[in-house]
């Protein structure tokens, strides 16, 4: 076994790392304050290989991994959560959504220009009746001879005002349930399709949350994407991959949240010591550090399986839920040791409290993360009982 990152990935996490220290973090409580989206950031990360990751040169990506990929949006996230989010959301839902079940020319159409930040993606799944349960949804498309017509409104859907192209998910045989829904790609300015409201968040507020209104939108037969009926199973297999990268933005969150705290508890004096002089901040540290670890092993495992092709929907899921719980654990004591400061607007540890709040929740709630756990668990067991 080999826990070490390589030459190359060490080299990769300092380049992003210098990057996010030097092009994010002056603006970060700007954007913040303003809920401004960071396009200009986004499009020179765009430049630099970074929207295009883990899909090969022949589609403009980077031919990496999933251990790299979780690389960079670790160190985006320790510094803005929501560039992290940003670029998570454009790569490992949308771009991946349309490099796993896209045909050649597909691929080759928006997939080479995501991956070169060209365009930006987003990926319409929840709706405002249907989001742990994204099987009920009601959106529908129906077929009109050369064309498809898209009715219906997707929620909280990532990088929405700014997209050029969505991947949108909707019914195109009621009666087959999950197995009658299907994906689309939808490029922005096509008539009846319009991002409508904006969500003004808690947290991860200079990233974009939007409503995707379709209304009587006519798209080319030829923009489904993978076979009629499959786009509900290829969202899971979507998500499979998407879910690793929210793993990897709550560690990064939970690392920023550390490192602060350890600087902080250095300089803070009370009581004639320096506050990291108290056990009770040492063993606050020494939690934190712990739970950091143990994410990082989750995170780094389930990329490192996924990268080896095999199944990990259960791995993905146990590190996308123990990561966003920790971090968010993390956070808190974190703001406990700055203390008062801890929740003044302008310190780090206020934003990140806010941040992390959504990463339980989204790209499915630790609730659902925990039936697919079980479910995993229950079907290996039944499995192991037959071969006995
Ligand atoms: C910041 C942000 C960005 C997002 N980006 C996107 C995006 O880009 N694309 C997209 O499609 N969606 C996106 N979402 C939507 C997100 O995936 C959903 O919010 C999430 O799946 C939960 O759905 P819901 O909000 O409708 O909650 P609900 O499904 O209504 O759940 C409410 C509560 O009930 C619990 N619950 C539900 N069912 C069960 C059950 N069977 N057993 C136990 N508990 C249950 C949930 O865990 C939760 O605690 C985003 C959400 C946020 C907050």
Known sequence: MDFQLNDEQLHLKKSVREFAEREIKPNVMKWDEAGEFPLATIKELGKLGMLGMIFPPEYGGAGMGYVEYVTAIEELSRVDGSVGIIVAAHTSLCSNHIFLAGNEAQKKKYVSKLSTGEFLGAWGLTEPSSGSDAGSARMTAVRKGNNWVLNGTKTFCTNGHY??????LAVTDRAAHTHGISAFVVEKDTKGFRPGKKENKLGLRASDTAELIFDDCVIPAENLLGGEGQGFPDAMRVLDGGRISIAALSLGMAEGAYDAALKYSKQRRQFGKAISDFQAIQWKLADMATEIDAARLQTYRAAWLRDRGGLV?????????????S???TIDRAVQIFGGRGVVQGEITERLYRDIRALRIYEGATEVQKLIIARELLNEARVHEKNR
Request: glycine share 0%; aromatic share 0%.
């Open 163 to 168: 997209a050029d192209v969505v991947v949108v």
């Open 327 to 329: 971090a968010q654990r």
């Open 313 to 325: 929907t259960r791995e993905v899921a146990m590190a996308k839920m123990a990561a966003t719980e």
